[in-house]
């Protein structure tokens, strides 16, 4: 396969880069690690003829970062070479739980708290993260479950199509920072006020079929299964190949767990005329 896309790979400080990096070249991408954004043109011209997949991390180690980046990133657009962002975030807590576990500084903390590097960083980066195509949190992830998420989204090199991750979660946990649409479950009756099925969650059939048959849940699932179809045009348009659909309720244990596997279900019943494939992961489950 010609190196027909690129992948620019950034993000906070802290929230995985290097797990992803490593995790792509187990994939058999060829990864060039903290490499001066002003270079990353030329990086893409010169392995634009070669068989492999190329993916390029900068960071804020690289001195003027917010400056070179987009200006690379607007070289890049203007160029025969197209590429996809992916920038890696994670919750302020989560952060600083990293930096403080390894007793190492952030890089732009300075002599003052790691939460004002935290800060820093985050507002030099926030153009960046708007215009990414994929956002990653990896708060809740470990590294094998974030090494599991990037072979989901990126094992077969940029392909043209549309992958579309049904996460479920509970909003007294918050919602999901790398969610591009969000959906709100908690109108339909809750199992957790029946005793047999609240130790169950959404994956078994008894909490599955009583979420999935409560009134108005059939139409609703389909309703919003069609919406998601008629908006896929305008991602390929845009050229956006991996959207989250965030799906809550109270706990993130039973009704949004049941209506991001339907959803995922019928995404993918219809996914043969619109090139795009799904799968429901839960963020939340068994986390009370």
């Known amino acids: 396969m010609s190196t027909k896309e690129l992948l620019v790979l950034t993000g906070m400080s802290g929230a995985g880069r290097s797990t992803v990096a490593h995790a792509l070249e187990d994939l058999g991408w060829y990864v060039v690690d903290n490499l001066p954004p002003a270079l990353v043109p030329q990086l893409a011209e010169q392995a634009h003829d070669t068989h492999a997949s190329l993916a390029v991390v900068v960071d804020v180690?690289?001195?003027?970062f917010f400056d070179e980046l987009s200006s690379a990133l607007d070289t890049l657009k203007k160029s025969s070479v197209p590429y996809r962002l992916l920038f890696l975030d994670a919750t302020d807590q989560a952060l600083v739980q990293r930096f403080e576990s390894t007793r190492r500084p952030h890089p732009l903390q300075g002599k003052d708290r790691i939460v004002d590097g935290i800060a820093r960083e985050r507002a030099k980066l926030e153009e960046i993260r708007a215009g990414a195509d994929v956002v990653i949190d990896t708060s809740n992830l470990?590294?094998?479950q974030l090494e599991k998420r990037t072979s989901e989204i990126f094992a077969a090199g940029m392909l043209p199509s549309i992958r579309i991750n049904v996460l479920s979660f509970g909003y007294k946990y918050g919602i999901p920072v790398d969610a591009d649409l969000v959906l709100d479950c908690r109108f339909i009756p809750n199992p957790h006020w029946i005793p047999e099925l609240r130790p169950l969650n959404g994956l078994d059939a008894p909490v599955s079929e009583k979420v999935l048959s409560s009134e108005?849940?059939?139409?609703?699932?389909?309703?919003?299964?069609s919406v998601v179809r008629q908006m896929i045009p305008g991602y390929f348009r845009e050229g956006k190949k991996y959207v989250t659909i965030a799906i809550g309720c109270t706990g993130g244990k039973h009704r949004s767990v049941a209506i991001a596997e339907e959803i995922a279900k019928q995404l993918i019943t219809v996914s043969s005329d619109l090139e795009i494939s799904a799968h429901a992961t839960h963020r939340d489950v068994g986390r009370e």
């Open 61 to 64: 180690r690289g001195g003027k």
């Open 142 to 144: 470990n590294v094998h």
């Open 216 to 225: 108005g849940v059939a139409e609703f699932v389909s309703s919003y299964v």
